[in-house]
C-alpha cells in the first residue's frame, strides 16, 4: 500500500473503533483506545507505554493509567469483536459468498460449516538485559 492509501484509512479505522464504544463507560478511556490500537500499529520500534503515548502527544502517566486502572468491559470487546468477524466474514453454512461477501443464490460452499482462521501473533522478543523479567515472552 502506498503512504496515502494507508493515511486513507483514518476515517474507516475510527469507525471500527466505534463499534466498541459502548466497553468504555468514559469518553476519555475510549479516546485512549484509539490512540492504544494506533500505537500498536504504527512504525514506533518499541510498543511500550511510554513512547506510544509521546507519540501522540498524551501524558505518558495518563496513558498508564488507561492501561491499568481505567474501567472498560473486556468481554463485551471481546464479544463485538467476534460478532463483527462472523457478520463480516463468516457466510452462514450452506451459503455461499463471493469475494465482495454478496451471496452466489443456488451455490454452496465446498463444506457446511463456515471457517475463518485468525492468526493472533503478540509475542515481542524483548530487548535489553537490565529490567527484570527481559526475556522472550509468549
Not at 455461499?96 to 485468525?118: I, M, S, W, Y
Amino acid at each position: 500500500m502506498t503512504v496515502d492509501q494507508v493515511a486513507g484509512l483514518g476515517p474507516a479505522f475510527t469507525s471500527f473503533l466505534g463499534v466498541f464504544r459502548g466497553c468504555f463507560p468514559r469518553r476519555e478511556s475510549f479516546a485512549h483506545l484509539g490512540t492504544y490500537a494506533r500505537g500498536l500499529l504504527s512504525d514506533l520500534p518499541r510498543k511500550s507505554v511510554e513512547p506510544m503515548a509521546l507519540a501522540a502527544g498524551t501524558a505518558v502517566r495518563t496513558f498508564q493509567e488507561f492501561l491499568t486502572h481505567h474501567a472498560w468491559d473486556h468481554d463485551g470487546v471481546l464479544e463485538r469483536l467476534q460478532r463483527r468477524i462472523v457478520e463480516r466474514h463468516l457466510p452462514v453454512p450452506g451459503e455461499a459468498r463471493d469475494f465482495g461477501g454478496a451471496r452466489v443464490p443456488g451455490v454452496r460452499p465446498n463444506d457446511d460449516v463456515g471457517v475463518v482462521g485468525l492468526i493472533d501473533e503478540t509475542s515481542v522478543v524483548k530487548k535489553g538485559d537490565k529490567t527484570p523479567g527481559v526475556q522472550r515472552q509468549y
